[in-house]
């Protein structure tokens, strides 16, 4: 227990930090996401098809950026973060736009606050991989009701050149993350009835050497239209950055 409690509020000083300007400046790997345009675009659209007159979570919702966008289409959206830093950062700025069916509150995303089958959709973005994944796959399945989807974008940890990058950048991450491996999905796929994973970012990668050409979104192009190929190969697929993971609740 003492493990875990302290697993826990190394995140939170980790999030804290960062949320207030301090020293977590993750600028150098911000450049690589532009690889992952084709998961975060797919993300954001059933981001918002899922939340039409839907009651929302978001996981691990910073400072609810994601959460205030869905304020028009939602019926009401909860944001969970560790970070007290973020959360009021986050209901500053929902009080100044007068939103009223948005919350954000402090919580411990292994063991929420919400009621059993609150939630119609569940979202976020690489918190999974921040938390004891079991316990997550618990409590995410104990607040959706029947008949309720999931929906996490999440970094792999099998592609043996990503790994060496991450031990050589050890600052720009919490030492308890844990980006996920094959049994992790095989957990999504028997926490849910019915899942859906997608996996991005292997070619493509190296459409960052031409961010800052007219070239990035030809060969961005090319190495999605790769992927698409080589990420449906036995092992080889989870060699992949990033995954986005749908499932749903029977």
Same mark, same amino acid.
């Given at each position: 227990?003492?493990?875990?409690?302290?697993?826990?509020?190394?995140?939170?000083?980790?999030?804290?930090? /960062?949320?207030?300007?301090?020293?977590?400046?993750?600028?150098?790997?911000?450049?690589?996401?532009? #690889?992952?345009?084709?998961?975060?675009?797919?993300?954001?659209?059933?981001?918002?098809?899922?939340?039409?007159?839907?009651?929302?979570?978001?996981?691990?919702?910073?400072? *609810?950026?994601?959460?205030?966008?869905?304020?028009?289409? #939602?019926?009401?959206?909860?944001?969970?973060?560790?970070?007290?830093?973020?959360?009021?950062?986050?209901?500053?700025?929902?009080?100044?736009?007068?939103?009223?069916?948005?919350?954000?509150? +402090?919580?411990?995303?292994?063991?929420?606050?919400?009621?059993?089958?609150?939630?119609?959709?569940?979202?976020?973005?690489?918190?999974?991989?921040?938390?004891?994944?079991?316990? $997550?796959?618990?409590?995410?399945?104990?607040?959706?009701?029947?008949?309720?989807?999931?929906?996490?974008?999440?970094?792999? *940890?099998?592609?043996? $050149?990503?790994?060496?990058?991450?031990?050589?950048?050890?600052?720009?991450?919490?030492?308890?993350?844990?980006?996920?491996?094959?049994?992790?999905? /095989?957990?999504?796929? #028997?926490?849910?009835?019915?899942?859906?994973? /997608?996996?991005? *970012?292997?070619?493509?990668?190296?459409?960052?050497?031409?961010?800052?050409?007219?070239?990035? *979104?030809? +060969? /961005?192009?090319?190495?999605?239209?790769?992927?698409?190929?080589?990420?449906?190969?036995?092992?080889?697929?989870?060699?992949?950055?990033?995954?986005?993971?749908?499932?749903?609740? #029977?």
């Amino acid at each position: 227990m003492d493990g875990a409690v302290d697993r826990i509020e190394r995140e939170r000083q980790f999030h804290d930090a /960062r949320f207030a300007g301090g020293e977590d400046d993750r600028s150098a790997q911000m450049k690589y996401y532009i #690889a992952l345009k084709g998961c975060f675009d797919r993300y954001a659209k059933r981001r918002m098809e899922l939340s039409k007159d839907a009651t929302v979570l978001e996981y691990g919702c910073a400072h *609810g950026g994601n959460a205030i966008a869905l304020a028009g289409v #939602a019926k009401r959206v909860e944001g969970i973060d560790i970070s007290k830093q973020a959360v009021d950062a986050g209901n500053v700025d929902i009080t100044a736009r007068g939103i009223t069916n948005v919350n954000l509150s +402090v919580q411990n995303a292994e063991a929420m606050d919400f009621a059993d089958g609150t939630f119609d959709f569940v979202f976020g973005s690489g918190i999974l991989h921040h938390l004891d994944y079991d316990k $997550a796959m618990s409590e995410l399945r104990r607040v959706l009701k029947p008949g309720g989807i999931v929906l996490f974008t999440e970094p792999l *940890g099998h592609n043996p $050149a990503i790994e060496f990058y991450r031990k050589r950048t050890p600052e720009a991450r919490t030492p308890d993350e844990h980006p996920l491996l094959v049994p992790d999905f /095989r957990k999504f796929d #028997a926490t849910f009835e019915k899942t859906d994973v /997608r996996l991005y *970012g292997l070619t493509s990668l190296g459409s960052v050497l031409f961010r800052k050409t007219p070239l990035l *979104g030809p +060969v /961005r192009a090319i190495g999605a239209a790769v992927d698409s190929v080589l990420l449906r190969i036995p092992g080889l697929k989870w060699w992949a950055w990033y995954a986005l993971m749908e499932g749903r609740r #029977a």
